[in-house]
């Protein structure tokens, strides 16, 4: 049984006088936040706020890019070009890199966000192109992604670090993959039965699919997200109760 678990957050997703999220509340809840970088979501001073943020509560912080989507914040598909892609990831976690260090903290691992994430789960070229950004940037940022995922595989080949991530309030196929956010029942409310699920996923290994069978899935870290109806209640339950399991909540970068 897992005596260990990280709790991730989608955060820095506001944008000037628009609000998305409430992150200094989530900031209390999880070890690692997955902090946008301006191309799905995030103005400068929204996120260099939620960086100073993430440093008073001693969250870790990681570069969550994206696709350059702000109209759909990063969540369609686009078929960019490999050296384009990886430009865009590597100015991405520059420039958060830059924004951290002023807030007196550093970006320590990488997680792309929305169709991005999806795509190189099973797009190989599009992976390696997010793989090689990592690598021309700093080669000790784990990258972050699905679990069981092709992507990870891909990533430990060219000698990433890479952390496999479970999703706390999203449905599941029974092959490991995740329900589409277009299909009815992909995305879970209930924080009471999300909370058991995460409880199910840590000391069984696995969860019970949207098909209604037991799938394995080994997670080093799980998200919880910050701007989904109830979030802040839905990532405070689940907290309590693997904590309640002597289950102990820290960030899987040190």
């Known amino acids: 049984m897992v005596t260990v678990i990280d709790l991730n957050s989608d955060l820095g997703e506001s944008f000037g006088a628009w609000t998305m999220g409430d992150d200094a509340a989530i900031l209390k809840l999880v070890s690692s ?27 870790t912080i990681g570069a969550h890019v994206s696709y350059p989507d702000l109209v759909g914040f990063g969540r369609r598909n686009m078929d960019v070009a490999s050296d384009e892609l990886t430009a865009d990831v590597i100015y991405q976690i520059g420039a958060l890199q830059g924004l951290a260090r002023a807030a007196g903290s550093e970006v320590r691992y990488v997680k792309p966000h929305g169709a991005l994430y999806n795509t190189i789960a099973h797009d190989e070229r599009q992976a390696l192109a997010v793989i090689e950004a990592i690598l021309a940037i700093d080669s000790s940022l784990p990258l972050v992604g699905l679990a069981g995922s092709h992507v990870l595989k891909l990533a430990q080949e060219k000698g990433l670090k ?8 999203r449905a599941y196929h029974a092959d490991g993959s995740l329900v589409s ?36 899935i080994q997670a080093d870290s799980i998200c919880v997200h910050g701007d989904t109806p109830g979030a ?17 909540i820290r960030a899987f970068v040190a």
């Open 33 to 59: 936040a997955n902090v946008a970088c301006g191309f799905h979501a995030g103005s400068p001073a929204s996120l260099l706020s939620t960086l100073r943020a993430a440093q008073q509560q001693g969250v």
């Open 162 to 169: 890479t952390i496999s991530e479970a999703f706390a309030d």
């Open 181 to 216: 956010r277009r299909e009815a029942g992909s995305v879970l409310h209930d924080a009471n039965i999300v909370a058991k699920r995460m409880l199910q996923l840590v000391t069984e290994g696995g969860v019970t699919s949207i098909e209604g069978q037991f799938t394995p």
């Open 232 to 248: 802040i209640e839905m990532a405070s339950q689940v907290r309590q109760l693997l904590e309640a399991q002597g289950i102990m």
